[in-house]
Protein backbone atom coordinates (compact mmCIF):
# COMPACT_ATOMS: atom_id res chain seq x y z
CA UNK A 1 0.00 0.00 0.00
CA UNK A 2 1.16 3.48 -0.53
CA UNK A 3 1.05 6.11 2.14
CA UNK A 4 0.25 10.35 1.40
CA UNK A 5 0.36 13.44 3.58
CA UNK A 6 -2.86 14.41 5.28
CA UNK A 7 -2.67 17.99 4.15
CA UNK A 8 -4.01 18.45 0.77
CA UNK A 9 -1.90 18.58 -2.32
CA UNK A 10 -0.40 22.03 -3.16
CA UNK A 11 0.07 23.28 -7.20
CA UNK A 12 3.91 23.35 -7.39
CA UNK A 13 5.07 27.18 -8.97
CA UNK A 14 6.46 26.64 -12.37
CA UNK A 15 9.50 29.34 -11.71
CA UNK A 16 13.36 28.78 -11.24
CA UNK A 17 14.61 28.30 -7.54
CA UNK A 18 16.11 32.53 -7.73
CA UNK A 19 12.51 33.70 -9.17
CA UNK A 20 10.74 31.60 -6.47
CA UNK A 21 13.23 32.61 -3.41
CA UNK A 22 14.50 36.42 -4.40
CA UNK A 23 12.06 37.79 -6.93
CA UNK A 24 9.71 38.01 -3.19
CA UNK A 25 12.29 39.71 -1.87
CA UNK A 26 10.15 42.71 -3.39
CA UNK A 27 8.04 42.62 -1.01
CA UNK A 28 10.13 42.43 1.98
CA UNK A 29 12.26 45.99 1.33
CA UNK A 30 14.32 47.13 4.40
CA UNK A 31 13.40 44.22 6.11
CA UNK A 32 16.74 42.09 7.46
CA UNK A 33 17.59 39.05 5.25
CA UNK A 34 20.90 37.99 6.76
CA UNK A 35 22.90 38.70 9.46
CA UNK A 36 26.53 37.27 9.78
CA UNK A 37 26.37 36.20 13.85
CA UNK A 38 30.40 36.78 13.89
CA UNK A 39 31.03 40.19 12.17
CA UNK A 40 27.41 41.77 12.56
CA UNK A 41 27.19 42.41 8.83
CA UNK A 42 23.59 42.69 7.64
CA UNK A 43 21.46 42.53 4.17
CA UNK A 44 18.15 44.15 3.95
CA UNK A 45 15.52 41.96 1.35
CA UNK A 46 16.44 44.55 -1.05
CA UNK A 47 20.14 44.84 -0.86
CA UNK A 48 20.13 41.04 -1.42
CA UNK A 49 18.31 41.33 -4.12
CA UNK A 50 20.34 43.60 -5.81
CA UNK A 51 23.60 41.72 -4.94
CA UNK A 52 21.94 39.10 -6.55
CA UNK A 53 21.21 40.56 -9.98
CA UNK A 54 24.85 42.82 -9.71
CA UNK A 55 26.75 39.70 -9.45
CA UNK A 56 24.83 37.49 -11.82
CA UNK A 57 25.54 40.35 -14.69
CA UNK A 58 29.22 40.17 -13.57
CA UNK A 59 29.20 36.28 -14.14
CA UNK A 60 27.19 35.92 -16.97
CA UNK A 61 30.24 38.76 -18.54
CA UNK A 62 32.86 35.98 -17.16
CA UNK A 63 31.01 33.49 -19.64
CA UNK A 64 28.98 31.97 -16.92
CA UNK A 65 25.42 30.38 -18.30
CA UNK A 66 22.61 28.18 -19.36
CA UNK A 67 24.20 24.83 -18.78
CA UNK A 68 27.29 25.56 -16.46
CA UNK A 69 28.55 24.69 -12.95
CA UNK A 70 30.20 26.64 -10.92
CA UNK A 71 31.68 25.92 -7.75
CA UNK A 72 30.95 27.40 -4.38
CA UNK A 73 33.07 26.71 -1.47
CA UNK A 74 32.48 28.88 1.79
CA UNK A 75 31.38 28.47 5.41
CA UNK A 76 27.70 30.19 6.13
CA UNK A 77 27.63 34.25 5.87
CA UNK A 78 25.47 36.08 3.78
CA UNK A 79 27.69 36.23 0.88
CA UNK A 80 26.73 32.26 0.07
CA UNK A 81 23.59 32.98 -0.40
CA UNK A 82 24.20 36.02 -2.73
CA UNK A 83 26.77 33.79 -4.70
CA UNK A 84 24.31 30.46 -4.95
CA UNK A 85 21.31 32.95 -6.37
CA UNK A 86 23.69 35.04 -8.36
CA UNK A 87 25.17 31.67 -10.10
CA UNK A 88 21.33 30.37 -10.61
CA UNK A 89 20.38 33.66 -12.03
CA UNK A 90 22.82 33.71 -15.03
CA UNK A 91 21.21 29.84 -15.78
CA UNK A 92 24.01 27.85 -14.70
CA UNK A 93 24.53 25.35 -11.51
CA UNK A 94 25.91 25.69 -8.09
CA UNK A 95 28.14 22.94 -7.14
CA UNK A 96 28.63 23.17 -3.33
CA UNK A 97 31.90 22.52 -1.86
CA UNK A 98 32.71 22.10 1.84
CA UNK A 99 35.57 23.94 2.81
CA UNK A 100 37.34 20.91 4.84
CA UNK A 101 37.63 19.01 1.76
CA UNK A 102 41.00 18.00 0.97
CA UNK A 103 42.00 19.76 -2.49
CA UNK A 104 42.13 16.13 -3.95
CA UNK A 105 38.67 15.80 -3.20
CA UNK A 106 37.58 19.18 -3.76
CA UNK A 107 39.13 18.68 -6.99
CA UNK A 108 37.55 15.73 -8.18
CA UNK A 109 34.24 16.86 -6.91
CA UNK A 110 34.82 20.00 -9.69
CA UNK A 111 36.21 17.95 -11.87
CA UNK A 112 33.00 15.48 -11.76
CA UNK A 113 31.08 18.39 -12.02
CA UNK A 114 32.74 19.78 -14.62
CA UNK A 115 32.76 23.25 -13.32
CA UNK A 116 34.46 26.33 -14.96
CA UNK A 117 34.89 28.54 -12.60
CA UNK A 118 35.07 28.26 -8.10
CA UNK A 119 33.95 31.07 -5.92
CA UNK A 120 35.31 30.88 -2.38
CA UNK A 121 35.58 32.41 0.96
CA UNK A 122 38.38 34.45 1.61
CA UNK A 123 39.15 32.28 4.19
CA UNK A 124 40.28 29.48 2.54
CA UNK A 125 41.74 31.22 -0.76
CA UNK A 126 44.84 29.18 -0.67
CA UNK A 127 42.80 26.04 -0.62
CA UNK A 128 40.54 27.37 -3.16
CA UNK A 129 43.75 28.17 -5.97
CA UNK A 130 45.18 24.94 -5.43
CA UNK A 131 41.32 23.23 -6.02
CA UNK A 132 41.13 25.10 -9.21
CA UNK A 133 45.02 24.61 -10.59
CA UNK A 134 44.38 20.58 -9.69
CA UNK A 135 41.05 20.83 -11.67
CA UNK A 136 41.86 22.63 -14.83
CA UNK A 137 40.14 25.98 -13.77
CA UNK A 138 41.36 29.08 -14.95
CA UNK A 139 38.70 31.30 -12.64
CA UNK A 140 38.39 31.61 -9.00
CA UNK A 141 36.86 34.55 -6.95
CA UNK A 142 36.80 35.23 -3.73
CA UNK A 143 33.54 36.33 -1.67
CA UNK A 144 33.94 39.52 -0.22
CA UNK A 145 37.05 40.74 -2.90
CA UNK A 146 36.86 39.61 -6.39
CA UNK A 147 33.76 38.32 -6.48
CA UNK A 148 32.04 41.44 -4.96
CA UNK A 149 33.73 43.61 -7.54
CA UNK A 150 32.36 41.95 -10.47
CA UNK A 151 30.68 44.98 -12.36
CA UNK A 152 26.93 44.86 -12.56
CA UNK A 153 24.86 45.89 -15.24
CA UNK A 154 21.72 44.36 -16.95
CA UNK A 155 20.97 41.17 -15.10
CA UNK A 156 20.70 37.88 -17.71
CA UNK A 157 17.61 36.39 -19.08
CA UNK A 158 18.79 32.97 -19.37
CA UNK A 159 16.06 30.78 -21.15
CA UNK A 160 15.39 28.27 -18.21
CA UNK A 161 12.97 25.21 -18.10
CA UNK A 162 12.69 24.88 -14.38
CA UNK A 163 11.30 21.13 -14.88
CA UNK A 164 14.41 20.24 -16.43
CA UNK A 165 17.63 22.58 -16.03
CA UNK A 166 19.65 21.72 -13.19
CA UNK A 167 20.02 24.41 -10.28
CA UNK A 168 22.31 22.37 -7.73
CA UNK A 169 24.31 20.02 -7.89
CA UNK A 170 25.47 18.54 -4.37
CA UNK A 171 27.41 15.31 -4.65
CA UNK A 172 26.25 12.76 -1.88
CA UNK A 173 26.96 8.66 -1.76
CA UNK A 174 23.11 7.58 -1.71
CA UNK A 175 22.71 4.27 -0.47
CA UNK A 176 26.66 3.31 -0.79
CA UNK A 177 29.64 3.44 -2.72
CA UNK A 178 31.49 7.09 -3.44
CA UNK A 179 30.11 10.56 -4.15
CA UNK A 180 28.09 11.02 -6.67
CA UNK A 181 26.48 14.17 -8.33
CA UNK A 182 22.84 14.50 -7.54
CA UNK A 183 21.38 16.58 -9.97
CA UNK A 184 18.33 18.75 -8.52
CA UNK A 185 16.72 20.80 -10.83
CA UNK A 186 14.76 24.18 -9.81
CA UNK A 187 11.78 21.91 -9.59
CA UNK A 188 12.44 19.67 -7.14
CA UNK A 189 13.72 22.44 -5.12
CA UNK A 190 11.20 24.68 -5.42
CA UNK A 191 8.55 22.33 -5.03
CA UNK A 192 10.07 21.32 -1.79
CA UNK A 193 10.39 24.76 -0.74
CA UNK A 194 6.35 24.81 -0.89
CA UNK A 195 5.63 21.63 0.50
CA UNK A 196 7.40 22.08 3.40
CA UNK A 197 6.45 25.59 4.03
CA UNK A 198 2.97 24.43 4.41
CA UNK A 199 3.06 22.68 7.48
CA UNK A 200 6.33 24.93 8.95
CA UNK A 201 4.52 28.19 9.00
CA UNK A 202 7.66 30.60 8.92
CA UNK A 203 6.39 34.26 8.40
CA UNK A 204 8.37 37.53 8.24
CA UNK A 205 8.50 37.54 12.02
CA UNK A 206 10.84 34.46 12.29
CA UNK A 207 14.50 34.18 12.93
CA UNK A 208 16.24 31.47 11.61
CA UNK A 209 19.57 30.21 13.26
CA UNK A 210 21.58 29.02 10.44
CA UNK A 211 24.88 26.99 11.75
CA UNK A 212 24.10 23.76 9.83
CA UNK A 213 25.69 24.22 6.64
CA UNK A 214 25.04 25.79 3.37
CA UNK A 215 27.03 23.43 1.39
CA UNK A 216 24.46 20.96 3.00
CA UNK A 217 21.16 20.18 1.02
CA UNK A 218 19.47 20.87 5.02
CA UNK A 219 21.05 23.95 5.51
CA UNK A 220 20.63 24.66 1.73
CA UNK A 221 16.96 24.10 1.28
CA UNK A 222 14.99 23.65 4.70
CA UNK A 223 17.08 26.70 6.57
CA UNK A 224 18.50 29.17 4.02
CA UNK A 225 15.92 29.41 1.04
CA UNK A 226 12.99 28.57 3.18
CA UNK A 227 13.71 31.73 5.26
CA UNK A 228 14.08 33.37 3.31
CA UNK A 229 11.28 32.72 0.66
CA UNK A 230 9.01 33.59 3.41
CA UNK A 231 10.62 36.96 4.07
CA UNK A 232 12.23 35.68 7.40
CA UNK A 233 15.89 36.85 9.05
CA UNK A 234 18.73 34.09 8.86
CA UNK A 235 21.20 34.29 11.00
CA UNK A 236 24.35 32.68 10.01
CA UNK A 237 27.27 31.12 11.86
CA UNK A 238 30.45 29.58 10.89
CA UNK A 239 30.46 26.94 12.68
CA UNK A 240 28.72 24.96 16.25
CA UNK A 241 29.93 26.20 19.29
CA UNK A 242 27.50 26.13 21.93
CA UNK A 243 28.27 29.22 24.07
CA UNK A 244 28.26 31.33 20.95
CA UNK A 245 25.39 29.29 19.44
CA UNK A 246 23.12 30.13 23.03
CA UNK A 247 24.40 34.18 22.42
CA UNK A 248 23.51 34.26 18.69
CA UNK A 249 20.14 32.33 20.20
CA UNK A 250 19.53 35.37 22.73
CA UNK A 251 20.81 37.80 20.68
CA UNK A 252 18.68 37.94 17.67
CA UNK A 253 15.56 36.54 19.70
CA UNK A 254 15.92 33.48 17.45
CA UNK A 255 12.52 31.74 16.83
CA UNK A 256 13.11 28.85 15.16
CA UNK A 257 16.39 26.86 15.79
CA UNK A 258 17.65 23.57 13.55
CA UNK A 259 19.93 20.93 14.97
CA UNK A 260 22.18 17.75 13.69
CA UNK A 261 22.17 15.39 17.23
CA UNK A 262 25.91 16.21 17.90
CA UNK A 263 24.32 19.88 18.78
CA UNK A 264 21.12 18.61 20.78
CA UNK A 265 23.56 16.25 22.87
CA UNK A 266 26.02 19.16 23.18
CA UNK A 267 23.06 21.87 24.58
CA UNK A 268 21.53 18.90 26.29
CA UNK A 269 25.35 19.17 29.02
CA UNK A 270 26.14 22.76 28.00
CA UNK A 271 27.06 24.10 31.71
CA UNK A 272 25.16 27.69 31.03
CA UNK A 273 21.78 27.15 28.96
CA UNK A 274 19.52 28.43 31.74
CA UNK A 275 21.84 31.77 32.13
CA UNK A 276 20.65 32.75 28.24
CA UNK A 277 17.20 34.31 27.36
CA UNK A 278 15.94 31.98 24.93
CA UNK A 279 11.97 32.98 25.26
CA UNK A 280 11.52 33.98 21.62
CA UNK A 281 12.97 30.16 20.36
CA UNK A 282 9.33 28.26 19.45
CA UNK A 283 10.21 25.15 17.27
CA UNK A 284 13.18 23.45 16.88
CA UNK A 285 14.20 20.98 14.45
CA UNK A 286 16.59 18.04 14.16
CA UNK A 287 17.68 16.00 11.16
CA UNK A 288 20.60 14.45 9.33
CA UNK A 289 20.71 11.37 11.78
CA UNK A 290 18.34 10.11 13.86
CA UNK A 291 18.10 11.56 17.74
CA UNK A 292 18.17 9.61 21.20
CA UNK A 293 14.39 10.29 22.68
CA UNK A 294 16.63 10.57 25.85
CA UNK A 295 18.83 13.31 24.68
CA UNK A 296 15.79 15.16 23.06
CA UNK A 297 14.24 15.29 26.43
CA UNK A 298 16.72 16.84 28.37
CA UNK A 299 17.72 19.38 25.71
CA UNK A 300 13.94 20.31 25.89
CA UNK A 301 13.91 20.87 29.24
CA UNK A 302 16.87 23.15 29.39
CA UNK A 303 15.94 25.36 25.84
CA UNK A 304 12.27 25.43 26.99
CA UNK A 305 11.18 24.53 23.84
CA UNK A 306 9.71 20.93 22.34
CA UNK A 307 12.58 19.23 19.69
CA UNK A 308 11.07 17.85 16.70
CA UNK A 309 12.49 15.14 13.94
CA UNK A 310 12.37 15.49 10.20
CA UNK A 311 13.56 13.20 7.68
CA UNK A 312 15.11 13.78 4.12
CA UNK A 313 17.67 12.99 1.77
CA UNK A 314 19.92 14.97 -0.78
CA UNK A 315 18.52 13.45 -3.65
CA UNK A 316 14.74 14.44 -1.93
CA UNK A 317 15.64 17.99 -1.65
CA UNK A 318 16.09 16.64 0.86
CA UNK A 319 12.55 16.79 3.00
CA UNK A 320 10.02 14.22 2.71
CA UNK A 321 8.69 13.96 6.30
CA UNK A 322 8.17 16.82 9.08
CA UNK A 323 5.94 17.31 12.26
CA UNK A 324 3.94 19.82 11.31
CA UNK A 325 3.66 23.44 13.57
CA UNK A 326 0.23 22.46 14.61
CA UNK A 327 1.65 18.82 15.53
CA UNK A 328 4.15 19.59 17.94
CA UNK A 329 2.75 18.66 20.84
CA UNK A 330 1.56 15.66 19.81
CA UNK A 331 3.98 13.59 17.97
CA UNK A 332 6.18 12.16 20.12
CA UNK A 333 9.98 12.79 19.74
CA UNK A 334 11.79 9.79 18.20
CA UNK A 335 9.28 9.87 14.93
CA UNK A 336 10.19 11.74 11.84
CA UNK A 337 6.68 12.70 11.53
CA UNK A 338 3.87 12.66 8.82
CA UNK A 339 4.93 12.82 4.83
CA UNK A 340 5.25 16.89 3.36
CA UNK A 341 2.20 17.39 0.91
CA UNK A 342 2.34 16.06 -2.60
CA UNK A 343 4.55 12.98 -1.20
CA UNK A 344 3.43 9.05 -1.59
CA UNK A 345 5.60 6.43 0.50
CA UNK A 346 5.42 2.83 0.30
CA UNK A 347 7.34 0.48 2.98
CA UNK A 348 8.82 -3.00 1.16
CA UNK A 349 10.62 -5.91 2.22
CA UNK A 350 14.30 -5.12 1.30
CA UNK A 351 15.39 -6.03 -1.83
CA UNK A 352 11.73 -6.84 -3.55
CA UNK A 353 8.63 -4.74 -4.56
CA UNK A 354 6.45 -6.32 -1.62
CA UNK A 355 4.64 -4.46 -0.02
CA UNK A 356 5.03 -5.24 4.09
CA UNK A 357 1.73 -6.08 6.10
CA UNK A 358 0.53 -2.59 8.09
CA UNK A 359 2.69 -1.73 10.98
CA UNK A 360 5.74 -3.86 10.11
CA UNK A 361 8.85 -2.69 8.91
CA UNK A 362 10.29 -2.14 5.43
CA UNK A 363 12.37 -0.08 3.02
CA UNK A 364 11.07 3.22 2.83
CA UNK A 365 10.48 4.50 -0.47
CA UNK A 366 9.66 7.73 -1.81
CA UNK A 367 7.71 9.65 -5.09
CA UNK A 368 7.10 12.76 -5.08
CA UNK A 369 7.99 16.26 -7.39
CA UNK A 370 10.99 17.32 -4.96
CA UNK A 371 12.95 13.59 -6.13
CA UNK A 372 16.15 14.14 -7.86
CA UNK A 373 16.30 14.20 -11.69
CA UNK A 374 19.11 11.36 -11.35
CA UNK A 375 22.70 10.99 -10.63
CA UNK A 376 25.44 12.73 -12.86
CA UNK A 377 26.38 10.69 -15.82
CA UNK A 378 25.70 7.57 -13.85
CA UNK A 379 22.65 6.49 -15.46
CA UNK A 380 23.57 2.36 -13.87
CA UNK A 381 22.89 4.31 -9.96
CA UNK A 382 19.79 6.45 -10.83
CA UNK A 383 18.25 3.37 -12.52
CA UNK A 384 19.22 1.24 -9.04
CA UNK A 385 17.84 4.27 -6.40
CA UNK A 386 14.81 5.20 -8.66
CA UNK A 387 12.74 1.97 -9.75
CA UNK A 388 8.90 2.82 -11.64
CA UNK A 389 9.44 6.57 -10.05
CA UNK A 390 10.54 5.65 -6.56
CA UNK A 391 12.92 6.62 -5.07
CA UNK A 392 14.54 4.04 -2.73
CA UNK A 393 15.68 5.68 0.50
CA UNK A 394 17.73 2.98 1.87
CA UNK A 395 16.24 3.27 5.15
CA UNK A 396 14.06 0.58 7.28
CA UNK A 397 10.56 2.66 8.82
CA UNK A 398 7.72 1.94 9.89
CA UNK A 399 3.91 3.78 9.91
CA UNK A 400 1.95 3.85 13.26
CA UNK A 401 -1.69 3.62 13.39
CA UNK A 402 -1.57 7.67 13.44
CA UNK A 403 0.19 7.70 10.52
CA UNK A 404 3.41 9.23 11.96
CA UNK A 405 6.74 7.60 10.53
CA UNK A 406 9.97 6.05 12.34
CA UNK A 407 12.92 5.49 11.10
CA UNK A 408 13.97 2.08 12.70
CA UNK A 409 17.18 0.90 11.13
CA UNK A 410 19.13 1.96 8.01
CA UNK A 411 19.87 -0.95 5.20
CA UNK A 412 22.56 1.54 3.27
CA UNK A 413 25.89 1.60 4.17
CA UNK A 414 26.64 5.02 4.74
CA UNK A 415 28.08 6.40 8.28
CA UNK A 416 26.59 9.54 9.62
CA UNK A 417 29.29 11.45 11.47
CA UNK A 418 27.78 14.51 12.87
CA UNK A 419 25.48 14.13 9.99
CA UNK A 420 27.85 14.36 7.79
CA UNK A 421 27.86 11.27 4.88
CA UNK A 422 31.10 9.09 5.22
CA UNK A 423 30.71 6.12 2.52
CA UNK A 424 32.94 3.00 3.94
CA UNK A 425 33.98 2.43 0.45
CA UNK A 426 36.13 5.44 0.27
CA UNK A 427 37.93 5.03 3.51
CA UNK A 428 38.61 1.27 2.50
CA UNK A 429 40.34 2.86 -0.25
CA UNK A 430 42.50 4.93 1.14
CA UNK A 431 43.76 2.00 3.52
CA UNK A 432 43.96 -0.32 1.13
CA UNK A 433 46.65 2.29 -0.60
CA UNK A 434 49.18 1.51 2.51
CA UNK A 435 52.14 -0.86 1.97
CA UNK A 436 51.23 -2.57 5.24
CA UNK A 437 47.41 -3.58 4.78
CA UNK A 438 46.04 -6.66 2.78
CA UNK A 439 42.65 -6.38 3.61
CA UNK A 440 40.29 -3.63 4.96
CA UNK A 441 36.61 -2.68 5.86
CA UNK A 442 35.04 0.07 7.16
CA UNK A 443 31.83 0.22 9.80
CA UNK A 444 29.77 2.61 11.37
CA UNK A 445 29.79 2.16 15.43
CA UNK A 446 28.08 4.14 18.11
CA UNK A 447 30.48 7.15 19.12
CA UNK A 448 29.39 9.71 22.15
CA UNK A 449 29.90 13.50 19.83
CA UNK A 450 29.62 12.18 16.75
CA UNK A 451 26.57 9.36 17.22
CA UNK A 452 28.16 7.17 14.91
CA UNK A 453 31.81 6.95 13.34
CA UNK A 454 34.07 4.66 10.92
CA UNK A 455 36.03 1.78 12.51
CA UNK A 456 38.26 0.20 10.11
CA UNK A 457 38.80 -3.69 10.46
CA UNK A 458 41.91 -4.68 9.15
CA UNK A 459 44.16 -7.70 8.29
CA UNK A 460 47.77 -6.60 7.62
CA UNK A 461 50.88 -7.94 5.53
CA UNK A 462 53.66 -6.01 7.70
CA UNK A 463 54.17 -4.36 10.72
CA UNK A 464 52.06 -1.39 11.54
CA UNK A 465 50.00 0.50 14.37
CA UNK A 466 46.57 1.89 14.51
CA UNK A 467 47.86 4.96 15.28
CA UNK A 468 49.94 4.98 12.30
CA UNK A 469 46.83 3.75 10.14
CA UNK A 470 44.46 6.34 11.39
CA UNK A 471 46.91 8.97 11.06
CA UNK A 472 47.48 8.03 7.19
CA UNK A 473 44.22 8.31 6.36
CA UNK A 474 43.34 11.53 8.12
CA UNK A 475 46.06 12.91 5.94
CA UNK A 476 44.41 11.78 2.86
CA UNK A 477 40.38 12.41 3.78
CA UNK A 478 38.55 15.11 5.60
CA UNK A 479 38.61 15.59 9.00
CA UNK A 480 34.63 14.43 9.28
CA UNK A 481 35.93 11.30 7.53
CA UNK A 482 38.65 10.06 9.66
CA UNK A 483 38.81 6.80 11.14
CA UNK A 484 38.15 6.55 14.70
CA UNK A 485 38.82 3.34 15.81
CA UNK A 486 40.95 0.12 14.41
CA UNK A 487 40.75 -3.24 15.03
CA UNK A 488 43.45 -6.01 13.51
CA UNK A 489 41.80 -9.29 11.89
CA UNK A 490 42.89 -12.25 10.41
CA UNK A 491 40.11 -11.92 7.65
CA UNK A 492 37.45 -9.86 6.39
CA UNK A 493 34.01 -12.14 5.72
CA UNK A 494 33.11 -11.70 2.47
CA UNK A 495 29.75 -13.16 0.72
CA UNK A 496 30.26 -15.49 -2.40
CA UNK A 497 30.23 -12.68 -4.67
CA UNK A 498 33.20 -10.64 -2.60
CA UNK A 499 30.42 -8.32 -0.87
CA UNK A 500 31.74 -7.11 2.88
CA UNK A 501 29.59 -8.86 5.06
CA UNK A 502 29.46 -5.30 7.20
CA UNK A 503 26.68 -6.92 9.54
CA UNK A 504 29.20 -9.31 11.01
CA UNK A 505 31.38 -7.09 11.63
CA UNK A 506 28.86 -4.80 13.21
CA UNK A 507 27.92 -7.45 15.41
CA UNK A 508 31.61 -9.03 16.34
Known sequence: MSYSSPLPDIEIPDVTLTEYVVEGARRY????????????????????????????????????????????????????????????????????????LTVDEAATQLTLARAKILVAAENVADKAREVAAAAGIGEVLLLGGSFDALPGGAPPRPETDPATT??????????????????????????????TRVGWRLAPGDVQAAVLPFFHIYGHTIILNSGLACGAKVVTLPRFEPGAYLRALEEHRVTRAYFAPPMVLALANAPDVESHDLSALRFALCGAAPLDVDVTERAERRLGCRVRQGYGMTEASPGTHQVFDD???????????????????????????????????????????????????????????????????????????????????????????????????????????????????????????????PKAFVVTRGPVTAGELMAFVAERVAPYKKVRMVEFTGEIPRSPSGKILRRLLKSA
Open 29 to 100: GESVALVDGVTGETLTYQQFRAQVRDRAAGLAGLGAGTGDVVGLMSHNQPRWAVALHAVIATGAAVTPLNPV
Open 327 to 453: DFATVPPGSVGRLSPNTEARLVTPGTDTDVAPGEPGELLIRGPQVMAGYLDDDAATAATITGGWLHTGDLARVDENGVFWIVDRLKELIKYKGYQVAPAELEAVLLTHPDVLDAAVVGVPHAEGGEA
Open 166 to 195: VAVLPFSSGTTGKPKGVRLTHRNLVANLAQ
